[in-house]
């Protein structure tokens, strides 16, 4: 059976959260935006885990790395770790309702916060933990639209 | 994370990733674009007359302002004169604006829209109308990338305005938020008082407002105090800013090039 290439989608869908992500904002919304990319890598690899791994979490770590101008490997390790453990709880994660995933992106968002601030306090980056919870919030909110994007591409794919 | 860290081997790959990424810092500055464009479009006359009138009695005042600066100019200039001191340079200004901010909490970068053609150079400092905002860290053709005072791997040499005493300013990843460090708790620094750039390091020319001090807290059996500085730059909020040529830069980016 010929796979269709999800390329296109995925592209796209990176660009549009990269552009999200390179709005300007000002005041405490720089704190509360979600992170979109992650959001977006999450999305792919609940709804293609036979596709979209931990590899290509890294690789979108990467590209965030770059984009954000942290130091190589900071967004490596989050986007993994995050990735990773999308990908173990994709297989059931698919039964559950939307906003059951919404929570678990709660979780996640609050996992990958707490270890982007262990590796800022390792290079010796003040931060503030008081936010995480808005942002994982944010998250999670943001979270039925990509969801409902995601899933509608895969219906579409033949 | 280590070969990132402590060498720059792989800062070509951020000039990659810079170029690339380029245009969506531009598609990203659209809605900013048509904010800036509404304010200035869609306004009605009796708005643009009592803004007109406005503008007429500042530059008024300014101009008054602004003889009077002259004067003591002329004055500071002959006082260092008789002190054998050297002579104050005026620097030049360009006007510039910002095209992309960087989009991590942590990291306080702008992009800024003229570059190594408009004779940018790294090391450049950068004000708003406020006061001090950064200085320029990569300059690429058509674009510059400006490290924010507020950063927390930036430091600069500050003074006192009212007695002089000079110290260092550093950020702390908070856009209203400096701090002095190693400050003295017999050192004469009272809240309320008015930080400038000092000159020292000659990165920053002097004189320039950098912030206010807020707070002085002294943790027991701490041997300095925390000094909590309120930065007079609107750094998360001003969209035109100034970049400053010291009479010796003129052309500096230039012949760099």
Redesign the interface.
């Known amino acids: 059976m010929r796979v269709a290439s999800l390329t296109g989608p995925v592209l796209l869908s990176l660009v549009i959260a990269t552009i999200f992500q390179l709005i300007p904002a000002s005041g405490v919304w720089i704190f509360w935006r979600p992170n979109f990319l992650l959001l977006v890598v999450i999305a792919w690899i609940l709804y293609t885990p036979d596709r979209f791994g931990i590899g290509f979490a890294a690789m979108v770590g990467l590209l965030a790395d770059t984009l954000f101008r942290t130091t190589l490997g900071h967004y490596v390790l989050v986007f993994a770790v995050c990735g990773t453990i999308a990908f173990l709880l994709s297989r059931w994660l698919m039964y559950l309702s939307i906003f059951h995933r919404a929570f678990l992106i709660f979780i996640i968002i609050i996992c990958a916060e707490l270890i982007q601030a262990m590796l800022f306090s390792v290079w010796d980056v003040p931060v503030t933990l008081g936010h995480i919870p808005i942002v994982a919030a944010f998250a999670a909110l943001s979270w039925p639209i990509v969801d409902l994007l995601i899933s509608r591409v895969q219906v579409r794919r033949p | 994370?280590a070969?990132?860290?402590y060498t720059t081997w792989?800062s070509p790959?951020?000039k990659i990733?810079?170029n690339v990424?380029r245009p969506?810092?531009w598609?990203?500055?659209i809605?900013?674009g048509i904010q800036d464009w509404g304010k200035t479009s869609v306004i009605s006359r009796g708005v643009l007359e009592q803004e007109n009138l406005r503008l007429q009695q500042e530059s008024l005042i300014h101009l008054g302002q602004l003889q009077r600066m002259s004067e003591l100019a002329a004055e500071n200039v002959r006082l260092r004169q008789l002190l054998n001191a050297t002579e104050l340079l005026m620097d030049s200004v360009l006007v510039t604006a910002?095209i992309?901010?960087?989009?991590?909490?942590?990291?306080h970068?702008v992009t800024i829209d003229r570059g190594r053609d408009d004779g940018v150079y790294v090391g450049q400092p950068l004000l708003d109308a406020e006061g001090l905002m950064g200085q320029i860290t990569a300059v690429y053709s058509g674009h510059s990338i400006a490290l924010l005072i507020t950063d927390?791997t930036h430091a600069l040499p500050v003074q006192v305005l009212r007695n002089g005493v000079r110290s260092i300013a550093e950020g702390?990843?908070?856009?209203n938020r400096m701090a002095l460090r190693f400050v003295s708790p017999t050192a004469d620094i009272i809240e309320g008082d008015q930080l400038v750039s000092s000159g020292l390091g000659g990165r920053f020319p002097a004189g320039y407002p950098v912030g206010v001090v807020t707070s002085i807290k002294q943790k027991p059996g701490a041997i300095f105090v925390d000094v909590e500085v309120d930065p007079s730059a609107q750094l998360?909020?001003s969209r035109h800013l100034l970049l400053v040529f010291t009479t010796g830069d003129l052309g500096r980016g230039r012949s760099d090039r």
């Open positions: 994370m070969v990132d860290s792989l790959l951020y990733a810079d990424v969506l810092y598609i990203a500055n809605p900013a910002v992309g901010v960087s989009p991590s909490p942590q990291g970068t927390s702390v990843s908070d856009f998360d909020r």
